[in-house]
């Protein structure tokens, strides 16, 4: 809450205008993702790494969905369910501390929102396949995942460097990102076909950027919260991301 903004999505904003502030951008981020999945009254929609919330409440207020959000985290479970209840959306919307591969039965529209970085790219078969398993014939599934330039070999490319081991052992232990071509790759390996990619990478630098601002302007309190040393790393971590993108 010192640093993400009050829905507390925690992957990058759309920006319509540059200017427009983290709310802002974020709210239309949770809409772009509704639009490009064509949500309408009815559909299932299954959010995989639901967060704090905010896409699947949004996408029932918003477009009548009916949404599942599965999360391996306590925290973000308790939080979600409290937002679900305080908007009046017990009857459309499920949280469930949950692995998704082990869901049965199948949905319309199927969203994954920043939690592919923790998967491993020795992993990414199955995770594709599971969700190509859960995705209902016809249906959308929508990709968002922060990505790395392609190297010549994959023996190259997943050779780290410094500041990647220094993120992967301080912020996102045991993250690893892909390359572009590796993902869609994976996907039509998996049975699945292409309709869209697109770049948000001046998107997510900007977030970053905004990000580092807020944390830096509340560090008194996240000291006071998690260190002077932790809050010290995201700082550094939040700057350099705003920075690399």
């Known amino acids: 809450k010192l640093f993400l903004d009050p829905e507390m999505v925690y992957t990058c904003g759309y920006f319509t205008d540059w200017g427009n502030d983290l709310a802002t951008a974020q709210r239309?981020?949770?809409?772009?993702?509704?639009?490009k999945l064509r949500l309408k009254p009815g559909d299932r929609m299954l959010d995989i790494g639901s967060g704090w919330g905010a896409l699947v409440c949004h996408a029932a207020e918003h477009y009548g969905v009916t949404a599942l959000g599965v999360t391996l985290s306590s925290e973000q479970l308790a939080l979600s369910r409290a937002k679900v209840a305080e908007r009046g959306l017990a009857d459309r919307v499920r949280i469930e501390l949950q692995d998704f591969r082990t869901l049965e039965g199948q949905f319309d529209k199927i969203s994954s929102i920043g939690m592919f970085e923790h998967v491993g790219i020795?992993?990414?078969?199955?995770?594709?396949?599971?969700?190509?398993?859960?995705?209902?014939?016809?249906?959308?599934?929508?990709?968002?995942?922060?990505?790395?330039?392609?190297?010549?070999?994959?023996?190259k490319f997943r050779k780290k460097k410094a500041e990647y081991k220094a993120i992967t052992s301080y912020i996102f232990p045991g993250g690893e990102l892909d390359h572009i071509g590796g993902t869609t790759d994976a996907m039509e390996r998996n049975g699945f076909e292409i309709h869209g990619t697109e770049g948000w990478r001046e998107h997510y630098g900007r977030t970053c950027r905004l990000w580092t601002e807020r944390l830096y302007a509340n560090r008194e309190a996240?000291?006071?919260?998690?260190?002077?040393?932790?809050?010290?790393?995201?700082?550094?971590y939040l700057a350099g991301c705003a920075l690399a993108f």
């Open 28 to 35: 239309d981020k949770l809409d772009m993702i509704c639009r």
């Open 122 to 155: 020795d992993n990414h078969g199955a995770y594709f396949s599971t969700i190509h398993r859960l995705l209902a014939d016809g249906g959308l599934y929508l990709h968002h995942a922060i990505t790395r330039p392609g190297k010549l070999d994959l023996r």
């Open 222 to 236: 996240a000291y006071a919260e998690a260190g002077e040393a932790k809050t010290k790393i995201w700082l550094m």
